[in-house]
């Protein structure tokens, strides 16, 4: 399978900072524990934990012909789901490099880190 390079694996923060400002049509998916979630996150996001998308991935079904961005603490799992993501036939979804680590230090400054 080839990669689509409209749509490499991963984005930049900034790039997604872009497309929230541009009010590009994606969805901003968190893929971390609920726990982490409360304690710091980037606004207008749908939460569903790498450890619950088997039994939930039903839920993004109607999203499967649109941009995805996957995001977590450093982009590890948020890498990993992505690419499950594209084997489940959805094309256009991608992992936020450096996760919600580097989102505080390059793109909100006021968010905390852990």
């Known amino acids: 399978m080839t990669e689509d390079h409209a ?50 991935a039903a839920e993004l079904l109607e999203h499967q012909q649109r941009r995805i961005v996957v995001y977590c603490h450093l982009g590890g799992r948020s890498l990993r789901v992505a690419q499950w993501l594209r084997e489940q036939g959805y094309a256009q979804a991608q992992s936020m490099a450096g996760g919600i680590d580097a989102w505080a230090k390059s793109v909100d400054p006021d968010l905390p880190t852990y």
């Open 7 to 56: 749509f490499p694996i991963e984005i930049d923060c900034q790039a997604v900072q872009r497309l929230r400002r541009e009010a590009a049509d994606f969805l901003l998916l968190d893929c971390r524990e609920p726990a982490e979630f409360e304690r710091v996150r980037i606004e207008g996001t749908t939460l569903i934990p790498m450890s619950e998308l088997g039994r939930r």
